[in-house]
Nanobody
Framework: QVQLVESGGGLVQAGDSLRLSCAAS????????MGWFRQAPGKEREFVAA????????YYADSVKGRFTISRDKTKSTVYLQMNSLKPEDAAVYYC????????????????????WGQGTQVTVSS
């Protein structure tokens, strides 16, 4: 059974940093895309960042470019999200996602691209 387990969320002040981690078990995702999405209360789940499993290409939402960095350890099927200069609008539940295929039509920035999801970790940013 595939599981994605996120950790690293918490309560921080605006301007602080957090590092989220997501560990996958049950199968390897070394060649498959992995990413991060977030969902704030009353809003739809939105794309944050993703990394290709094939060439390491990274993708970011405009709202987090320059502040967030995605990285992954393929040997451990673990993906990280380093979040710097956090803003109150970054507050949300952050979800890790992994695709079951290295090649699939849906864009890497869309939720439908991903087959597996973690349970989410809460990030709260006080102003």
């Amino acid at each position: 059974q595939v599981q994605l387990v996120e950790s690293g969320g918490g309560l921080v002040q605006a301007g602080d940093s957090l590092r989220l981690s997501c560990a996958a078990s049950g199968r390897a995702f070394s060649g498959d895309p992995m990413g991060w999405f977030r969902q704030a209360p009353g809003k739809e789940r939105e794309f944050v960042a993703a990394m290709s499993g094939m060439d390491g290409s990274t993708y970011y939402a405009d709202s987090v470019k320059g502040r967030f960095t995605i990285s992954r350890d393929k040997t451990k099927s673990t993906v990280y999200l380093q979040m710097n200069s956090l803003k109150p609008e970054d507050a949300a539940v952050y979800y890790c996602a992994a695709s079951g295929s290295a090649f699939a039509p849906p864009a890497i920035t869309t939720t439908v691209r991903y087959d597996y999801w973690g349970q989410g970790t809460q990030v709260t940013v006080s102003s």
